[in-house]
């Protein structure tokens, strides 16, 4: 069974600093790997896709690194703004239809 | 172009009773997908329909049950209404049923159990 995990949940940090969001999954036999955005309320905006044969996807600020052999991801946010501010979800798709199997999540808030 | 929609965007219901939840994928898109997130954890997968055919479903009892219209269209019904069912519901379309699929998100619909 996938399992997947986010790590931190929760992350405060002054606005214009970079940080990383790390993402872990249990089973390596995935399609692709998605991160979303979340606000409260709200539904998910997806933000990268990174197909199983890539290492790497970028937009903007946001660049996203996948290493399939070790189960891991990276979402990588520069310089930071308020408008940040969201939960951020990674998703794997795996076997069965097209099914995602989510991580928890991880709350970011960017303050002034 | 228009997203993926849903309705009702909120609901409140009682224990026992019947929900039925819609979408609308977006246009041109063949494959909806239903979601349940219970506050603060991730969606877990319900169901996926392809061209009007169960492709898949997660770990729900039978309560759960959906369908798919000749326009792709989706309703999401719940029976026999508990307090743990409250969550947002969301929906997702694809243009194919194909794995690796891109999905995207409607806003979902917020369902409230008394």
């Known amino acids: 069974k996938q399992e997947v995990t986010q790590i931190p949940a929760a992350l405060s940090v002054p606005e214009g600093e970079n940080l990383v969001l790390n993402c872990s999954f249990t089973?390596?036999?995935?399609?692709?790997l998605q991160w979303f955005r979340q606000d409260p309320g709200k539904g998910l905006t997806s933000l990268l896709l990174?197909?199983?044969?890539?290492r790497e996807q970028t937009s903007g600020r946001l660049n996203a690194s996948l290493d399939k052999s070790s189960g891991r991801s990276t979402l990588y946010i520069a310089a930071s703004q308020p408008g940040d501010s969201a939960t951020y979800l990674c998703?794997?798709?795996?076997?069965?239809?097209?099914?995602?199997?989510f991580g928890t999540g991880t709350q970011l808030k960017v303050e002034l | 172009d228009a997203g993926v929609t849903q309705s009702p965007t909120h609901l409140i219901k009682t224990r026992g009773q019947h929900v039925t939840l819609r979408c609308s994928p977006i246009?041109?898109?063949?494959?909806v997908s239903w979601y349940q997130q219970v506050l603060g954890q991730g969606p877990q997968f319900i169901f996926q329909?392809?061209?009007?055919?169960e492709r898949g479903r997660g770990n729900f009892p039978d309560r759960f049950s959906a369908r798919q219209f000749p326009n792709y269209s989706s309703e999401l019904n719940v029976n026999a209404l508990l307090l743990g069912d409250s969550a947002l519901y969301l929906c997702?379309?694809?243009w194919g049923q194909g794995e690796g699929q891109p999905q995207h998100f409607g806003d979902g619909t917020r369902l409230s159990i008394l």
């Open positions: 997702a379309s694809s």
């Open positions: 089973d390596s036999a995935i399609y692709n």
């Open positions: 990174i197909q199983s044969s890539q």
């Open positions: 998703a794997v798709s795996t076997g069965g239809g097209n099914k995602l199997t």
């Open positions: 246009s041109g898109h063949k494959s």
């Open positions: 329909y392809y061209e009007k055919e």
